[in-house]
């Protein structure tokens, strides 16, 4: 089955400095890799997502990159600011899988 | 409209009691997902149900747990002779079908302690 792994578990940043959170997968039909974004107490949310048909994709200060050939990719905030604090999981699906296979988290602190 | 909702918000009982999780999909959602979140760990799929298709149950760690679900409505997860390592957040995430193109919605997760 797919294992995804996530690097780093915790990542500090200064307020308008960038972040970067990346993860690897071992399935190589895995085809959608969706990001969501959890506060402390809350539900996991959906944040951006990305297919195998495209390497990059942008939605104002969220962009991912995604590396088919090193089964790997990679989610970077920008700008970064204390709202963006959270833990942040990445996730992979292969196309006859029905279930989402996730990374462990990486806690985001945004530091004022 | 609603989202996903989950009852109870907390359950605490003790060890070798039998506990149910209940989940209520968004309506007209035919996925429903059930996940299990340790402490600082991340989200660990337990079993899904795709309309009337028999359930993916791969992901339950022991035959002490059970999920049932009537039709595309709620869902109950059922743990049975709890343990402690049982404690965790449950969360429950519905989608408009099974699978890579539908985005996954949560629900705010049960957090089950067993003492």
């Known amino acids: 089955g797919e294992n995804v792994e996530q690097h780093p578990s915790t990542l500090s940043v200064q307020e308008g400095d960038s972040a970067v959170i990346k993860c690897t997968y071992s399935?190589?039909?895995?085809?959608?890799f969706p990001w969501y974004k959890q506060e402390l107490g809350k539900r996991p949310q959906l944040i951006i997502d990305i297919r195998s048909n495209v390497g990059e994709k942008k939605d104002q200060r969220i962009a991912v990159t995604l590396n088919k050939t090193a089964k790997h990719f990679s989610l970077h905030i920008t700008e970064t600011q204390p709202e963006d604090s959270a833990v942040y999981f990445c996730?992979?699906?292969?196309?006859?899988?029905?279930?989402?296979?996730f990374g462990s988290g990486t806690q985001l602190t945004v530091l004022p | 409209g609603a989202g996903v909702s989950q009852s109870p918000s907390n359950k605490v009982t003790e060890k070798g009691k039998d506990v149910e999780l209940r989940c209520d999909p968004i309506s007209g959602h035919t996925a429903l997902y059930w996940y299990r979140q340790r402490l600082g760990q991340g989200l660990e799929f337990l079993i899904y149900?795709?309309?009337?298709?028999?359930?993916?149950k791969s992901g339950l760690p022991s035959d002490r747990f059970s999920a049932e679900r009537t039709g595309e409505s709620v869902s109950t997860l059922t743990i049975q002779r709890t343990q402690q390592e049982d404690s965790a957040v449950y969360l429950c995430?519905?989608?408009?079908?099974?699978?890579?193109?539908?985005?996954?919605?949560f629900g705010p997760g049960t957090r089950l302690t067993v003492t």
């Open positions: 996730a992979a699906i292969s196309g006859s899988a029905r279930q989402l296979t």
């Open positions: 149900f795709q309309g009337n298709s028999a359930p993916d």
């Open positions: 995430a519905s989608s408009l079908a099974a699978g890579q193109a539908y985005e996954q919605y």
């Open positions: 399935d190589s039909a895995s085809n959608y």
